[in-house]
């Protein structure tokens, strides 16, 4: 494998790419607030008359993640496009020819951040509060904190196993940043429900499906991905022939350079790219 190269800054990408796509948690922000030089980085790209785009793994639809990132200071003007994992699973719970959607019936166990709904408004879905009166568990988000076990989560879900049924994972995350730590996240419950014999279908990164909602959308171009996650942000933007870039903030931010190799190593990807942050 080709080693990184190693960037001070986006300056020295400007010319890479005519797209970018941007993961958000753990690049552009830490769930609280931006990282030091992110908007000045997004107003100096955008100069550059580079189109923008986040793409990230959140199971909220586009417009939720939008009005968010505009609470934490980062304005919707700087991007063309917030495409999320959970507006992936939208249009896929909208097709009735999917052959996995097919299969399903309507009522699904909805597992999710607080009383986060907005993935379902519009979908002729039956949210239903047992996995015993479910036809399909669909895990958008989990309320892990920073220190907690799955144990709960993992309670709730025996039944849901013990009928076999399946689990649509829209946010394949293995961990949330917090400013606090690394918390578990979704992509970890349904990684253990898959494990446990469970049957699961993932949509997100790194799984192509999400690239190839992006590339309809922004239409053509030059593309580089941007992420803090070599296990979903980079080895998926690869695999989809993409450009990528590794950042290390968010999951990265307290890997120094030995465990980072190892990383790579034990993942079989690199980046083109190293940078220490999303800046100029």
């Known amino acids: 494998m080709t080693r990184p190269r190693h960037a001070a800054g986006m300056a020295e990408l400007v010319e890479v790419a005519d797209i970018f796509l941007l993961d958000q948690y753990g690049v552009l922000h830490d769930g609280e ?37 505009e609470r934490l200071g980062l304005p919707s003007r700087h991007f063309s496009a917030v495409i999320t994992s959970g507006e992936v699973a939208r249009h896929i719970l909208q097709d009735s020819v999917d052959p996995w959607v097919a299969e399903q019936g309507t ?16 979908l002729e879905l039956e949210p239903v509060e047992s ?7 669909l895990l958008a988000g989990c309320d892990l904190e920073v220190g907690d076990d799955m144990g709960d989560y993992q309670a709730r879900l025996g039944p ?21 730590g690394l918390a578990f996240s979704s992509g970890s419950l349904a990684a253990w429900y898959e494990a446990a014999g469970g049957r699961v279908r993932w949509l997100g990164k790194p ?17 580089l991905a941007v992420g803090d996650s070599l296990e979903h942000d980079i080895a998926g933007a690869a695999a989809a022939g993409l450009e990528t870039a590794l950042v290390r903030t968010g999951v990265n931010a307290r890997c120094n350079d030995e465990e980072l190799a190892r990383l790579f190593e034990q993942e079989g990807c690199r980046p083109n790219w190293l940078l220490p942050a999303f800046r100029w």
């Open 131 to 137: 996995a015993e009166a479910a036809d399909f568990v």
């Open 160 to 180: 849901a196993l013990a009928r076999n049924l399946p689990l649509l994972c829209v946010n394949p995350d293995r961990w949330r940043v917090d400013p606090k």
């Open 33 to 69: 607030r931006p990282y030091p030089g992110v908007l000045e980085c997004l107003e100096r790209l955008a100069a550059a008359g580079r189109k923008l785009a986040v793409l990230s793994n959140s199971g909220k639809p586009a417009e939720a993640n939008r009005k968010r990132l």
């Open 107 to 122: 009522r699904c166990l909805l597992l999710t951040r607080g009383t986060e709904r907005s993935l379902l408004e519009g």
């Open 207 to 223: 799984y192509p499906e999400i690239y190839a909602f992006a590339r309809r959308l922004l239409g053509p171009g030059r593309l």
